[in-house]
């Protein structure tokens, strides 16, 4: 139990003025303790999970309490101090549009404590919520007008230019974030700054330092997804940063994301010559080092392509590797393994992968393969029915506490305000896998007349008949 949930909420709203004035004391304890507080109360949340404080209880306060939190980074003592740096990053949040009019005040603030700390980053917790504070800067106010996109890269690139330049490892990642942000909100391709940036980005001394793996290979998706011909001419680097990460047990999942991206993204003459060495090195990495988080991103990778190129190409590819060797992958990955992916997003790509495995290829419905039809069938159907993992719901953001470990270097620091929502592969054309499977199955029944039905009720169990009845009636389809 959390005490300060169990004020009265009039109580709590009634103490925002009192721990304002508070911060101007010149006790280094008093400020402190009243800056910390402030971040606690605006976590507190109502019973419906909305935060008790609300933008219009906290504005009327805006102007004082950020002047009053900023003048702190002035007194001795306090100039790094991490609880008023992240009283700052919660006022953003809860303050959203309401801190617009002020912004030309605090940015510059910002950005001069940025420069300072450049110089010597000593204090993790605060540098981070440094970065969390600027990135919500960018994110509410480009939100309000995407014009200011080029005013905030007028302000950071110089600053983030000199981080690199003088490569202050620590910051590094957090400014890979945030140009990832501002380059997200480009609707019409990739600026030229950002294109002379590109080349520095593949540098093999940025991908050793375990930090900067997921903020560049986010920045590297966030440039194929921009303009994807603008960097087909430097596709075999990017290739070649997949191959050196799916080699480390510990970042296979970041190559396989960046792998994802260029499937989906690059055209497929560009992409051709590629794919039978790309699956040979998947294929060599799941030979010589089998882990359950590379089974998973692998399988989930596999419906990308099968939904990008088609299940036809798909097997024929695998093929090509090894003779009959496409029953084998159904056999001791799809069949295998798929109840292990989780995660809603994942699940229904695997899934849709699935289906067109089922549906889309002959070999495996009458040619060599269609003994594994109902196994695959099955495995589809459990994929469906397990319990649903929820790590991927969205989270209000304002709630999540940052965590109190931060360090540097070894490990990555997610910038929370930094986050994008994920971007559906399917592009909204298939928004429910299970009624994808049923209209799938009707299509292929109508080319197959009199197979299925006994495949199905002979080949699986009888659980994952019934909830195959109801997917194909809840969608009113009929198959014989």
Not at 61 to 85: C, H, I, P, R, W
Not at 206 to 234: C, E, F, G, M, T
Not at 305 to 332: C, H, N, S, W
Not at 443 to 461: H, M, R, Y
């Amino acid at each position: 139990m959390v005490f300060r949930n169990q004020l009265p909420p009039i109580i709590v709203k009634e103490a925002i003025g009192p721990l304002v004035r508070l911060l101007t004391s010149s006790s280094s304890v008093v400020h402190t303790y009243a800056a910390y507080t402030i971040d606690k109360i605006l976590l507190v949340r109502l019973t419906d999970s909305t935060a008790l404080i609300k933008s219009a209880d906290l504005s009327p306060f805006g102007t004082e309490l950020l002047a009053n939190l900023f003048s702190l980074f002035e007194k001795q003592g306090s100039k790094d101090n991490e609880y008023v740096m992240k009283a700052v990053m919660r006022s953003f949040s809860t303050l959203q549009n309401a801190i617009t009019p002020l912004m030309g005040h605090v940015l510059p603030k910002l950005t001069e404590i940025l420069l300072s700390v450049a110089k010597n980053p000593t204090k993790p917790h605060f540098n981070h919520y440094l970065f969390e504070s600027l990135s919500l800067c960018v994110k509410i106010m480009c939100r309000v007008d995407t014009q200011y996109v080029a005013q905030f890269e007028e302000m950071l690139f110089p600053i983030f230019q000199q981080i690199l330049n003088q490569d202050v490892t620590e910051f590094i990642p957090y400014v890979f974030q945030i140009l990832s942000m501002l380059l997200r909100m480009h609707t019409n391709g990739i600026p030229d700054p950002y294109m002379g940036l590109f080349t520095l980005l593949l540098a093999p001394v940025l991908w050793d330092r375990p930090a900067n793996i997921h903020p560049l290979v986010h920045l590297l998706q966030v440039y194929v997804r921009s303009d994807p011909q603008k960097v087909i001419d430097k596709l075999g680097s990017l290739l070649g940063i997949f191959q050196k990460l799916i080699a480390s047990k510990s970042n296979d999942h970041e190559g396989l994301n960046l792998l994802r991206t260029l499937t989906e993204e690059i055209p497929d003459q560009a992409m051709a010559q590629y794919i039978k060495q790309i699956f040979i090195l998947l294929f060599q990495r799941l030979t010589s080092s089998k882990t359950t988080k590379y089974v998973k991103c692998l399988l989930v990778y596999f419906g990308i392509f099968i939904y990008k190129y088609g299940a036809v190409i798909f097997l024929q590819t695998i093929d090509e590797i090894q003779p009959r060797m496409f029953g084998m992958v159904l056999d001791r990955i799809f069949i295998s393994e798929t109840q292990k992916v989780t995660g809603k997003t994942e699940k229904k790509i695997l899934a849709i992968g699935i289906v067109k495995l089922l549906c889309d290829a002959p070999q495996t419905i009458v040619g060599d393969y269609s003994s594994y039809w109902p196994p695959l069938l099955q495995a589809l159907v459990g994929l469906f029915e397990l319990p649903e993992d929820m790590t991927d719901e969205q989270v209000d953001e304002h709630f999540v506490e940052i965590d109190e470990a931060l360090g540097y270097q070894t490990t990555f620091s997610q910038l929370n305000f930094a986050k994008h929502a994920e971007k559906d592969p399917f592009n909204g054309t298939i928004p429910d896998a299970k009624l994808f499977l049923a209209q799938s199955l009707g299509k292929l029944s109508k080319e197959n007349p009199g197979q299925l039905t006994p495949l199905i009720s002979s080949g699986i169990a009888p659980a994952a008949q019934t909830f195959l009845i109801k997917y194909l009636e809840d969608s009113h389809v009929q198959i014989g």
